[in-house]
T-cell receptor
Framework: SAVISQKPSRDICQRGTSLTIQCQVD?????MFWYRQQPGQSLTLIAT?????????ESGFVIDKFPISRPNLTFSTLTVSNMSPEDSSIYLC????????????FGSGTRLTVV | KQEVTQIPAALSVPEGENLVLNCSFT??????LQWFRQDPGKGLTSLLL???SQREQTSGRLNASLDKSSGRSTLYIAASQPGDSATYLC?????????????WGLGTSLAVNP
């Protein structure tokens, strides 16, 4: 299955600032997925990142708040902009290796605390 | 509405016990179901993937079963160890192709006590 390197692993940020999270995959993948996991909650899909086109955002998430880049088939970034304490969550990237029968693979997560 | 429910929400057992975690889904027309493990504050590790045509999958001390007709999957952990302590998440995929959304349960938080 694919191996994903995600960084940073954690950060503490001031409100009003922005943080960019990076995910690097060891193989080429068509789609990358960005999730948020708020404290005590399950995962919520933020957007799907496609190479060569704009990301597709889920209901409740907008590009101005969560801009995504996908410059090639192995890399993506998610920026959390103008942060508030409500943005404190674990952010995860994921790829689908279903064609290899391995299902979804996740990065190690970024634990964000906004103070 | 497609929903996934996991029972129990939390479980505490002594080391060595065999245990069963449950996952139920409202729409039986699934594409596949995947079990994950999440350690506190960390990412997800895939444990087992069951395709809709399969009845079970095994990996080491883990066995996952799937009964589509009843809308249920179980994760069986044999001879539990303290290192098994984590949250176990069940995720169901309903569509192949470009619609690859997963429907997630809230997880079962497992504590295995030495």
């Amino acid at each position: 299955s694919a191996v994903i390197s995600q960084k940073p692993s954690r950060d503490i940020c001031q409100r009003g600032t922005s943080l960019t999270i990076q995910c690097q995959v060891d193989s080429q993948v068509t789609m990358m997925f960005w999730y948020r996991q708020q404290p005590g909650q399950s995962l919520t899909l933020i957007a799907t990142a496609n190479q060569g086109s704009e990301a597709t955002y889920e209901s409740g998430f907008v590009i101005d708040k969560f801009p995504i880049s996908r410059p090639n088939l192995t890399f993506s970034t998610l920026t959390v902009s103008n942060m508030s304490p409500e943005d404190s969550s674990i952010y995860l990237c994921s790829v689908d290796t279903i064609h290899a029968n391995y299902g979804y693979t996740f990065g190690s997560g970024t634990r964000l605390t906004v103070v | 509405k497609q929903e996934v429910t996991q029972i129990p929400a939390a479980l505490s057992v002594p080391e060595g016990e065999n245990l069963v975690l449950n996952c139920s889904f409202t729409d039986s027309a699934i594409y596949n179901l995947q079990w994950f493990r999440q350690d506190p504050g960390k990412g997800l590790t895939s444990l087992l993937l069951i395709q809709s045509s399969q009845r079970e999958q095994t990996s080491g001390r883990l066995n996952a079963s799937l009964d589509k007709s009843s809308g249920r999957s179980t994760l069986y952990i044999a001879a539990s160890q303290p290192g098994d302590s984590a949250t176990y998440l069940c995720a169901v995929r309903y569509n192949a192709g470009n619609n690859r959304k997963l429907i997630w349960g809230l997880g079962t938080s497992l504590a295995v006590n030495p």
